[in-house]
């Protein structure tokens, strides 16, 4: 197929274009390059896609997907007949600092996207949603059947606005679309202003690191590989109307139209201090912590439901936590001893 991805040289859409490349897909990729972290590991990402076997599949274009009439030029030239959206303006705690910045990428820039797959009859709009929207919920573990109506920041809201917006567009013209709520993702190539990486700088560093709500956290954490193999997964199977779907009892599970969204988590929550232990040992160093309240936006834990996606594709997440950490800090070292970090 030829596939585009926004957000190509993001955490997830690098790992994602890599993928589709190897399999022989043709991949079109679109990113801005913005400065929310440094745009040289973005760079060093798009790079890493470019010496991969295939990379002559790839294309990559530097663009804003809240910028209309450039996302209408790339449809236009590219014909996409699946979109992976993963552009986002990401974080949690960013979004109380920055809000209009999650406004023009997170609903500008997904209405602009909906309208481009409408218009240039895109066969399945697969979107990054997030388990930030289960919000205030405490019912364990978190099922797409669940209640979403009281998130805690407002990058969940946009999030949770995006389910709304897809289904919208599923009903109103047709648009097959596919939204997965994906659970604190980590691997090579991850996120600066995530844990993992904030802790591995600290840890070798000697420095301190913070432990929110006093280390009473705990994270589904999810390796990038289950990510991808969701993504793909379901990416290779646009839904259709639920048979006999009750208009009664409707939940974000189920709908008359071609929409469906999926956790994507671990299953396997971990408490925050034991993943830092987990690091420390694949680093080969401790280092102090420093016991803080938690922070607005924040939730105490999350914990995923994935029978519905591996009933739908297949796929039951469940990487190993202590390989997943020794791959994620392979990379990093690697990374930093290369001067790139």
Known sequence: ????????????????????????????????????????????????????PGADRFKHIHADVADLEAVRRVFAEHQPECVIHLAAQAGVRYSLENP????????????????????????????????????????????????????????????????????????????????????????????????????????????????????????????????????????DRPPGADVGCDRANLTAATSWAPYKVFNIGNSQPVQLLDFVAELERALGKQTEKIFLPIQPGDVEATFADTSRLEAWGGVQPGYDISLGVDAFAAWYLKYAEDGRI
């Open 100 to 235: 209009h910045a999650y406004v023009q990428s997170n609903l500008v820039g997904f209405v602009n996207v909906l309208e481009c797959c409408r218009h240039h009859a895109v066969k399945h709009l697969v979107y990054a949603s997030s388990s930030s929207v289960y919000g205030g919920n405490v019912q364990m573990p978190f099922s797409e059947t669940d209640r979403v109506d009281h998130p805690v920041s407002l990058y969940a809201a946009t999030k949770k606005s995006n389910e709304l917006m897809a289904h919208t567009y599923s009903h109103l013209f047709g648009l097959p679309t596919t939204g997965l709520r994906f659970f604190t993702v980590y691997g090579p190539w991850g996120r600066p202003d995530m844990a993992p990486m904030l802790f591995a700088r600290a840890i070798l560093a000697g420095e301190p690191i913070k432990i929110f709500n006093h280390g009473k956290m705990k994270r589904d954490f999810t390796f990038i590989d289950d990510i991808v193999d969701g993504v793909l997964a379901v990416a």
């Open 1 to 52: 197929m030829k596939i585009l991805i926004t957000g190509d040289a993001g955490f997830i859409g690098m790992h994602v274009a890599a993928r589709l490349i190897g399999r022989g897909d043709q991949v079109v990729g679109i990113d801005n390059l913005n400065d929310y972290y440094s745009p040289k590991l973005k760079q060093d990402r798009l790079a890493h896609l470019a010496q991969l």
